[in-house]
């Protein structure tokens, strides 16, 4: 009996987590989608080149994508006075529970340039090869 009541809990807790990661994603992706929907309206980027970008396919040539990137890490404090804000990042990553592949994404796409939209457009390319699956990067 006290076998089954301890396999109960286990499973309850488990439950318990999965549900509470569940609102947190869902919040997530909304605060997530609401951004990007306020960016496409400055950005004027094409919806489809959004939905193929968020699927890794980034053409770093695209001017309304950089804008678009670029107004979206604004949003959540990821770019400030036009400087990279490493710390508000890494926050990112912790949101989606992957804050531990944060250092050794971020030292295989770090890159130094001095246009802050070329470094995120680049930054979000690379990190799309070497995040874990799944990964929200825009």
């Known amino acids: 009996m006290k076998i089954f009541a301890a396999i109960v809990l286990v499973i309850g807790i488990s439950l318990s987590q999965t549900l509470q990661g569940d ?3 869902q919040a997530f ?3 997530l989608d609401k951004h990007h929907q306020e960016c496409l309206q400055v950005s004027k980027l094409d919806p489809q080149v959004l939905e193929k970008a968020k699927l890794g396919e980034i053409d770093e040539n695209n001017t309304a994508l950089k804008e678009h990137i670029f107004c979206t890490c604004e949003k959540y404090g990821m770019v400030k006075d036009n400087k990279i804000q490493t710390e508000a990042i890494r926050k990112f990553a912790e949101k989606q529970n992957r804050g531990h592949f944060f250092n050794e994404v971020f030292e295989k796409c770090n890159s130094v340039n001095d246009d802050v939209k070329v470094y995120l ?5 690379c990190a799309y090869q070497h995040a874990p699956k799944g990964t929200i990067i825009i």
């Open 23 to 25: 609102e947190v994603d």
């Open 29 to 31: 992706r909304a605060e």
């Open 121 to 125: 457009i680049k930054l979000a390319k």
